[in-house]
């Protein structure tokens, strides 16, 4: 079964700064992959998703992630981190439908 | 388009007790789903939905069921509550695509069970 490692439970970055959040995944073929950011006392929000092609993906909030099939990373960057980022994000993994793995989740704190 | 929707955003119950959780999407989607988040270890698949009528158990369905008697609805249920229920509730919903099948996520729902 695919699983999820984010090695970064809590991550402190101070605003304009630029920001990388850490994703493995262990799978037997190349999975879906998905980075969710949780503000707090919300739902999950898709950040962005990787299924196939370019491996560099581009997504909403100035956000990007770029797929490593050879590190089996899936690591989420941000040039320029603003004080609204503070959240919880999560790396996802899925083979199907009913069968999308989280990680444990990486919280970022923005220091002004 | 409210997308998902959860009922009710917080309750405490005492152990025993018992509640049902509502989820409602408005997107038509096929598929359904109910996950339970602790602290330190994410998202956890309960139960989730192929479509009406259908129900399958997940990864922690142990104390849970659920029924998808319409399309738009999935209701969890807790029948004699436990403390080790406490937690926050997540449904979402995803449509029926062979790829793109990312998930939408409702609100919570904050579950105290003492």
């Known amino acids: 079964a695919q699983s999820v490692t984010q090695p970064d439970i809590h991550i402190t970055v101070s605003e304009g700064a630029s920001l990388e959040l850490r994703c493995n995944y262990s799978y037997g073929a190349t999975p879906y992959l998905f980075w969710y950011v949780q503000s707090p006392g919300q739902g999950l929000q898709l950040l962005l998703k990787?299924?196939?092609?370019?491996?560099l993906v581009q997504g909403i909030k100035g956000f990007e992630a770029e797929f490593k099939r050879s590190q089996s990373s899936f690591n989420l960057r941000k040039p320029s981190v603003h004080w609204s980022d503070a959240a919880e994000y999560f790396c996802a993994v899925g083979a199907g439908h009913n069968d999308m793995r989280f990680g444990a989740g990486t919280r970022l704190t923005v220091k002004p | 388009n409210a997308g998902v929707t959860q009922t009710p955003k917080f309750r405490v119950l005492k152990t025993g007790q018992s509640m049902t959780l509502l989820c409602a999407q408005d997107m038509n989607h096929e598929y359904m789903y109910w996950y339970r988040q602790d602290p330190g270890m994410g998202l956890r698949l309960i139960h989730y939905?192929?479509?009406?009528?259908?129900?399958a158990k997940g990864e922690v369905p142990d104390g849970y069921n659920v029924s998808r008697l319409k399309k738009q609805n999935f209701l969890l249920g807790l029948e004699s509550a436990a403390p080790s229920q406490t937690s926050v509730y997540f449904c979402?919903?995803?449509?029926?695509?062979?790829?793109?099948?990312?998930?939408?996520f409702g609100p919570g729902t904050r579950l105290t069970v003492t």
């Open positions: 979402a919903s995803s449509p029926d695509r062979p790829l793109g099948y990312e998930q939408y």
């Open positions: 939905s192929v479509g009406e009528g259908t129900t």
């Open positions: 990787y299924f196939s092609g370019d491996t």
